[in-house]
């Protein structure tokens, strides 16, 4: 079994061959518990690892902290969103809330300047961030680049708890460059474990499946650091949990991707662009009008649906409805896009009301 490669991943169409083959856990058995969480509910978050742990601070009213990281690239888009109304949702459950912006890697890994590196993560990301409604308080922002000495010290600490064999074995071909964004990304994950952040407590990172291969890696770093005493240091810590959410497909089928546009709907897109968008996305409907009457459409294979799933129908009883009319014929697809259509427009003009106070926001904070 090969493992994925987090800068290159393709489609994952088996999710269930992703927790036998990698030992995930499936998701289902805090399902009931927190299904007022659309991306829950839906099983759109499908795994995680020791979540259990972070349920149990839940329980005891014990600190728990979030922690995940953004890759400023390209604009800010519905599979963003998702990570975002994670993230959001997680603060409102109590964590303290740790967001990255992996400036590092993307220069490292993208050739992205640290210049507009920082301009992205302002504009796009922490603005977005706060107009979903992400609250300052409770929070910390950094950029790889850019952050207190004892980050630094974990980081490199990491290196020698961890072979080069190890991580040709995870990532393949080893560059310094994957080298430095690999051991970046451990202490992104641990040090809100510090000393200085509090101490060990547990941490979540939300991520999409592609990313478990870090997750690993660093819980793997977290045992051994608890093993040793480094540098006269106590570095004991917790090794993180993670949840992983499925990916969002492009409008036209294949992947969504900051690097096509026709593959996304950007949040602070023309409400009438993001209609054009979906008026010629790809659905699951048939090729004539009385073939799709006949046999009725595939709702699991159209991008349409998608976007009322994840994001546009949060009432499950009127998504079942848009479900079953399609696949017994009496939805046709031009009726559905309107709908869709529809809702998106209403999400993007009420999101964009709130983004200039939302960038003020996010550059008080820079
Ligand atoms: N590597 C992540 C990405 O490609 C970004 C990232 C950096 C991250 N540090 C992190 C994600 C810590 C989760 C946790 O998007
Ligand atoms: Fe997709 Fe709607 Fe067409 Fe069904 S009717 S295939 S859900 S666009």
């Known amino acids: ?190 040090h809100p474990q510090l000393e200085l952040f509090g101490g060990p407590k547990p941490v979540v990172v939300p991520v999409g499946a592609d990313q478990d291969p870090h997750i690993r890696l660093t819980r793997d770093i977290a045992s051994r650091l608890n093993a040793k005493r480094d540098s006269g240091r106590d570095m004991k810590c917790i090794p993180p949990s993670a949840t992983y959410h499925k990916f969002m497909s492009g409008l036209q089928g294949g992947k969504m991707s900051s690097s096509d546009p026709k593959s996304y709907v950007a949040l602070s897109e023309e409400p009438k662009s993001a209609r054009k968008k979906i008026m010629s996305a790809m659905t699951g409907g048939r090729t004539t009008v009385e073939d799709q009457k006949e046999r009725g459409g595939e709702p699991e294979k159209c991008m349409v649906y998608e976007l009322l799933l994840y994001h546009l129908m949060d009432d499950d009883l009127e998504l079942s409805r848009v479900y079953h009319e399609c696949r017994e014929g009496k939805l046709l697809c031009g009726e559905c896009k309107g709908i869709c259509a529809e809702l998106l427009e209403r999400f993007l003009l009420k999101h964009q009301k709130k983004l200039p106070s939302a960038r003020k926001k996010a550059e008080k904070l820079l």
């Open 1 to 190: 079994m090969k493992d994925f490669d987090p800068w290159s991943v393709g489609e994952i169409k088996d999710y269930g061959k992703l927790i036998e083959d990698f030992g995930m856990e499936s998701f289902e058995a805090f399902r009931q518990r927190f299904d007022s969480f659309r991306y829950i509910r839906r099983g759109i978050i499908f795994g995680h690892r020791d979540f259990g742990k972070i349920v149990e601070a839940l329980d005891k009213g014990k600190p728990f902290a979030m922690m995940t990281g953004l890759m400023p690239s390209g604009r800010f888009h519905m599979g963003h969103k998702m990570v975002a109304d994670e993230i959001i949702w997680f603060q409102q459950m109590g964590a303290e809330t740790y967001i990255c912006a992996a400036d590092m890697e993307s220069y490292l890994m993208r050739d992205v300047s640290f210049e507009d590196a920082r301009k992205t993560a302002l504009t796009e990301y922490l603005s977005n961030y706060f107009a979903l409604g992400l609250k300052k308080r409770g929070m910390r922002f950094w950029f790889q680049s850019d952050y207190v000495p004892e980050y630094y010290k974990l980081r490199d600490i990491s290196s020698k708890r961890v072979t080069l064999n190890e991580l040709q074995s995870i990532y393949g071909d080893m560059t310094t460059g994957k080298l430095v964004s690999v051991l970046s990304q451990v202490a992104d994950i641990l």
